[in-house]
T-cell receptor, first 111, second 114 residues
Framework: DAKTTQPPSMDCAEGRAANLPCNHS???????VYWYRQIHSQGPQYIIH???NNETNEMASLIITEDRKSSTLILPHATLRDTAVYYC????????????FGGGTRLMVKP | DGGITQSPKYLFRKEGQNVTLSCEQN?????MYWYRQDPGQGLRLIYY???????QKGDIAEGYSVSREKKESFPLTVTSAQKNPTAFYLC?????????????FGDGTRLSIL
């Protein structure tokens, strides 16, 4: 699986958009980009995933660059409960492939 | 509500003792996974199962065993051969179809040695 690079930490003001970047410059054509988050002492929570097109769901939007070498997770109106570690993962199709969690970005939403 | 249930939330093991962690899902998912997470670390795959009565080793299977007798259940046994079992254990499941379907996680079991 391609490696990802994320900033170790970010701050965001409550109510503002949180934009979390991820670099995956060695991504291959059949690898999807997934985003998860983990709040302390809980299991990771799936947020969103995509291949090449931008995606949006009730939690977030995922913007993937045209060359697919980077992506941005957007939380449109961050709340204090969005404080968590956010993981960007790229993964080849296949049910047996594990998720490789890197260091992630620790997002702190401040009042 | 559909989801993944792990129990117990906290578990203590004595030296030389085997313990079993429960994972149950009612999402009708074919694939199930066990991960281990150490403090400040990412997840490492222990075992996974794509279908009932079949499972494969992950990266750190030594000292662990699993069974998959029912679609909804994938228990993990931490044996006495696992010398450093203290960790946060996470169970996940996915539909297993289409390859790109995300894994969904339970809330974990925290195992400690007495």
């Amino acid at each position: 699986d391609a490696k990802t690079t994320q900033p170790p930490s970010m701050d965001c003001a409550e109510g503002r958009a949180a934009n979390l970047p991820c670099n995956h410059s060695t991504i291959s054509g059949n690898e999807y980009v997934y985003w998860y988050r983990q709040i302390h002492s809980q299991g990771p929570q799936y947020i969103i995933h995509g291949l090449k097109n931008n995606e949006t769901n009730e939690m977030a939007s995922l913007i993937i660059t045209e060359d697919r070498k980077s992506s941005t997770l957007i939380l449109p109106h961050a709340t204090l409960r969005d404080t968590a570690v956010y993981y960007c993962i790229v993964r080849v199709e296949g049910a047996g492939n594990m998720l490789t969690f890197g260091g992630g970005t620790r997002l702190m939403v401040k009042p | 509500d559909g989801g993944i249930t792990q129990s117990p939330k906290y578990l203590f093991r004595k030296e030389g003792q085997n313990v079993t962690l429960s994972c149950e899902q009612n999402l009708n998912h074919d694939a199930m996974y066990w991960y281990r997470q150490d403090p400040g670390q990412g997840l490492r795959l222990i075992y996974y199962s794509q279908i009932v009565n079949d499972f494969q080793k992950g990266d750190i299977a030594e000292g662990y065993s699993v069974s998959r007798e029912k679609k909804e259940s994938f228990p993990l046994t931490v044996t006495s051969a696992q010398k450093n079992p203290t960790a946060f254990y996470l169970c996940a499941s996915s539909t297993g179809r289409g390859g790109n379907q995300p894994q969904h996680f339970g809330d974990g079991t925290r195992l400690s040695i007495l």
